[in-house]
C-alpha cells in the first residue's frame, strides 16, 4: 500500500514538474524581444559621426536617409515591434557609415584636385624659370 501511494505521489509530482516546465516555456516564447538599444546607439554614434565629419555637406542624401530610418527604428520601439526596429537601426547605422565615408572620399577628392594644381603651378613656374636661363 505504501509502494501505491508512493507511485501515486511520484506520478502527480512528475505531471505538476511538466506542467511547470509547458507554461515556463510558453511564456518564455510569448514574451516580447528586448529593444535593440545597441544597435540605436550605434545608429545615433554613426549619424553623430558623419554630421561632424561634414556629411551634410558633403552626403547630405545618405545622412538625412539614416535620420530617417533611426526615426522609424525609434517609432517601432515605441510600438514594441522590436524585430523592426532592429532592422531599421541597422539600416540607419548602415546609411549613417555610407555618409562618412562618401564625406571621407569627397575630401580626399579635393585634396587631390588641390595637389594636382600645386603640382601644376611648379611645373609652370620651372618652365618660366628655365625659359630664363
Known amino acids: 500500500m505504501y509502494q501505491l501511494s508512493n507511485r501515486s505521489f511520484n506520478g502527480r509530482v512528475r505531471g505538476a514538474l511538466g506542467l511547470a516546465v509547458a507554461i515556463v516555456l510558453l511564456s518564455a516564447c510569448a514574451t516580447a524581444p528586448l529593444a535593440p538599444t545597441a544597435s540605436l546607439t550605434a545608429a545615433r554614434e554613426a ?3 558623419a554630421e561632424q565629419a561634414g556629411a551634410r555637406q558633403h552626403a547630405g542624401a545618405e545622412l538625412d536617409e539614416a535620420q530617417q530610418q533611426l526615426i522609424k527604428a525609434e517609432r517601432f520601439v515605441s510600438n514594441q515591434q522590436m524585430i523592426e526596429a532592429e532592422r531599421f537601426a541597422r539600416q ?8 562618412s565615408a562618401r564625406t571621407e572620399s ?7 584636385r588641390e595637389m594636382d594644381r600645386g603640382a601644376d603651378a611648379l611645373i609652370e613656374e620651372m618652365r618660366r624659370t628655365g625659359d630664363r636661363q
Open 47 to 49: 549619424i553623430a559621426s
Open 92 to 99: 540607419s547605422r548602415i546609411a549613417a557609415e555610407l555618409a
Open 106 to 112: 569627397a575630401k580626399a577628392a579635393a585634396i587631390n
